[in-house]
């Protein structure tokens, strides 16, 4: 019985810990409504478009200005994201998957003007707002290096 109660016991641990996690990072979302206003404005915001190749193939527009870069590469540096200005990352996955560890790993490393873009793309489009075609390589090689 006390096997099950401690199971239970780090369960629910994980559970809240999770839970505090997404909360924290909420608070480092921008709206897409609000991400238009800010480029509208002139303001300087970097855009980094996460999404993997595949999904790059399948829908190849972009937000204007964005830069895409593969996320491994900024998991691996996380200084390609200025850490005194303001930058925005999105991407395509459920629940922004990848917006969400980039995110994480810049705050854990004292970067505080770094925000994703919630429901990444599909909600930037859905909204309404611009989207240009993407101009680069696509690749379909792996975005993540062999181990």
Excluded: N
């Amino acid at each position: 019985m006390s096997l099950f109660v401690l199971l239970l016991a780090i369960a629910l641990l994980r559970l809240l810990r999770t839970q505090r996690e997404r909360r924290d990072l909420d608070a480092h979302c921008i709206e897409p409504k609000d991400l238009h206003a800010l480029v509208a404005s002139g303001a300087s915001v970097y855009l980094y478009d996460l999404r993997q190749p595949l999904d790059l193939f399948i829908d190849a527009e972009t937000i204007p200005g964005s830069r895409r870069i593969a996320p491994h590469e900024i998991l691996a540096d996380p200084q390609l994201i200025p850490a005194d200005q303001d930058a925005v990352v999105y991407c395509t996955c459920p629940g922004e998957e990848t917006s969400r560890k980039i995110v994480q790993r810049a705050l854990s490393m004292g970067f505080t003007r770094v925000r994703l873009l919630r429901g990444g793309l599909a909600a930037w489009k859905a909204a309404g707002y611009p989207v240009e075609p993407y101009r680069g390589q696509i690749s379909l090689e792996p975005a993540e290096p062999a181990s």
